[in-house]
């Protein structure tokens, strides 16, 4: 977002809504991890653009347990690794781990953050929330007195309003049974045949399923799980180390974080993108071994100690993920895997593994699966932040002035893993684009066209609730001209 907007950062519920209701274009932030400034900022040129990066504690604490109702009410700025920490805590935890939990719990929600679940993202797990919509006004939304706009909120992208608190249902921190296998490119095709013109009824194996395709060493590793035996002692894990909610302060804004001046992420050039792989797939092997553990243990996830520390902070990269429907998944990932085979420059697009799971069928409006159950396929560039040329150029620089953090152009920066993401929105796949997540930028979305059901009955919750569009930004995605006024007509719910 533009470093001359504003940023406001509000300690109470009213000075947000003050803030809200008197500006002109707004868009709530949160810990940073979105990956497009179309979607994430208020605006990209305009420097009266107002982000507010909401750090409100209510009266009774930032999280609170209902175990009666096995919900948690938690403020909107908790990270959902510190809000899964504080449950395994007290013995609970969320259905549906996502990997990447960095997150703010708000824009979690409001982006459909997911894991591998029959039962959907944590959007699908929200009872209820609280938003300050654009006249400044906050109200409570659930699914008892309000479900249709309780299902517009789900997955909101920031649009509707700024979430500040959020219900969600929780489960018992129960002992589940891991198992790690590594397959070969043509099995996990071969997994695959089982989802066509399966029932929902019918897809219980790819039920919080975990797969890691290693596309330079046509590998991937699959990671199930399943119900531990009754009285099942679980195992200690080194990862996932909680840390105390009561001793959070407000989270740094995104431009105040530790950025190197001059990353490591060289070692495609250096090693070898297939050299690369093997070393993270057996690094991975190391970690996901067989056992019995703790749910919140258990679960693939981008851990600061694994991850975070020594990955995203020394490697920008830009995360890109698609929602392919099951009819068309087997013979979507088989053109990928003969597109890898083929093709060398699309090998050494890649040493990261893609992440595959399976999403089951939600009421969000703009859930990715609102239609039924789809495979997401998860995939990053770290290429185009690190090209050879400026690579030398930052090592020729004595001052260590080059930032290689500044992006240069994604297609000539790295053509190959371009190629796949062109298979993927191409009509053999038909991806829908995460809401938080890259690709965007000339991936040619119609909102009408892609969410055929839903679109048009969304645009009429911001109709109602933005008149004046401040929450919209420059993106282009809002667009709600093509709607019929009539909800009876096509397209309407």
Not at 281 to 292: M, T
Not at 470 to 478: I, L, Q, T, Y
Request: net charge negative; hydrophobic share 40%.
């Amino acid at each position: 977002c533009p470093a001359s907007g504003r940023v406001e950062r509000p300690r109470s519920v009213e000075e947000l809504q003050d803030l809200v209701r008197d500006a002109a274009r707004v868009k709530p932030g949160g810990s940073g991890h979105h990956w497009w400034a179309g979607l994430a900022c208020a605006a990209l040129s305009d420097d009266e653009a107002l982000h507010v990066l909401p750090f409100i504690r209510s009266e009774g604490g930032p999280v609170v347990l209902d175990e009666a109702a096995m919900t948690v009410t938690v403020d909107g700025w908790v990270t959902t690794e510190d809000l899964l920490d504080y449950l395994s805590g007290r013995g609970y935890t969320l259905q549906g781990v996502p990997f990447w939990i960095h997150q703010t719990v708000a824009g979690a929600v409001a982006t459909a953050t997911h894991g591998a679940s029959l039962s959907g993202s944590l959007s699908a797990r929200v009872a209820a929330l609280d938003a300050v919509l654009a006249n400044g006004t906050l109200v409570r939304v659930d699914e008892a007195e309000a479900p249709e706009l309780l299902d517009a909120f789900r997955v909101s992208v920031g649009r509707l309003g700024v979430i500040t608190r959020v219900t969600l249902r929780m489960v018992p921190d129960a002992v589940v049974r891991r198992t790690t296998s590594e397959v070969s490119a043509d099995a996990l095709l071969g997994l695959l045949d089982e989802l066509e013109g399966a029932s929902e009824a019918q897809l219980g194996a790819w039920d919080e399923r975990q797969v890691m395709w290693f596309f330079p060493l046509e590998k991937a590793l699959v990671v199930d799980y399943g119900a531990a035996p009754e009285g099942a002692e679980p195992q200690g894990v080194f990862f996932n180390a909680s840390v105390g909610l009561g001793e959070m302060e407000a989270p740094p804004a995104p431009a105040a974080r530790f950025r190197p001046r001059v990353r490591g992420e060289i070692d495609n050039y250096v090693l070898g993108a297939e050299q690369l792989a093997q070393v993270v797939l057996d690094a991975n092997k190391d970690f996901l071994v067989d056992g019995l553990f703790r749910d919140r243990q258990a679960r693939v996830t981008s851990t600061y100690e694994a991850n975070s520390g020594t990955h995203s902070s020394f490697a920008v990269f830009d995360q890109y993920e698609y929602a392919v429907p099951l009819a068309k998944a087997r013979g979507c990932f088989a053109e990928i895997n003969t597109l890898v085979r083929a093709d060398e420059e699309v090998r050494n697009a890649f040493y990261m593994p893609a992440l595959v799971r399976l999403l089951g069928r939600e009421p969000g409006l703009l859930s990715y699966t609102h239609d039924g159950p789809r495979l997401l396929i998860n995939i990053e560039d770290f290429l185009s932040y690190n090209t050879l040329s400026r690579l030398n150029e930052a090592i020729s620089d004595p001052d260590y002035t080059v930032m290689l953090s500044e992006r240069v152009d994604i297609f000539a920066g790295n053509p190959g893993f371009q190629k796949v993401v062109a298979v993927l929105r191409s009509p053999a796949c038909e991806g829908r684009l995460h809401w938080g997540k890259a690709g965007w930028e000339g991936a040619g979305f119609s909102g009408l066209e892609e969410y055929p059901e839903t679109w048009c009955a969304f645009g009429r919750h911001a109709a109602q609730l933005d008149p004046q569009g401040k929450f919209a930004g420059d993106s282009g995605v809002w667009d709600f001209s093509q709607c019929p006024p009539d909800p009876s007509q096509r397209n309407m719910l």
